[in-house]
């Protein structure tokens, strides 16, 4: 199924290979993932900024290593949905995913001037992604 495994990745970068068997790839991804994630600080940004400590969030974020995640992210994603269905479109498939990336970026870029920064990153990540799922569901 291949929205499961998209959305596996969308929990985790990494489960989604997993669950498709690719399992070195899937353990590869997750190693980044974690590395990316600790280094960056983003998990606690993201309680500092849903408990409403927006400025903390950004001040607590290493945004030399957060600047990598979005676009992983959305890699990861697209990664896992692609390869769970043989044979599909790879050129048209990938447009969501990578606007998502760019979107991603763009407002990690610019969290510190963003009312909630990890909302709306999430929000820019995952919109395209789902779009992109669903728009191109049969391909």
């Known amino acids: 199924m291949r929205n499961m495994a998209a959305l596996f990745s969308i929990l985790m970068p990494g489960f989604g290979q997993i669950y498709n068997g690719q399992f070195l790839k899937g353990v590869f991804f997750i190693i980044v993932e974690h590395f990316d994630n600790v280094f960056g600080n983003i998990n606690n940004a993201i309680h500092l900024d849903f408990n409403g400590f927006h400025q903390q969030a950004v001040d607590a974020t290493n945004f030399q290593f957060m600047l990598f995640y979005p676009g992983f992210y959305a890699y990861a994603v697209w990664d896992a949905w692609y390869y769970a269905k043989p044979n599909a479109d790879k050129s048209k498939t990938a447009i969501p995913f990578v606007i998502a990336?760019?979107?991603?970026?763009?407002?990690?870029?610019?969290?510190?001037k963003l009312a909630i920064p990890t909302l709306t990153v999430g929000l820019l990540l995952i919109i395209p992604i789902l779009c992109g799922m669903i728009i191109f569901r049969k391909q």
Not at 101 to 112: K, M
Request: charged share 10%.
């Open 101 to 112: 990336g760019f979107l991603g970026e763009l407002s990690a870029i610019y969290a510190p």
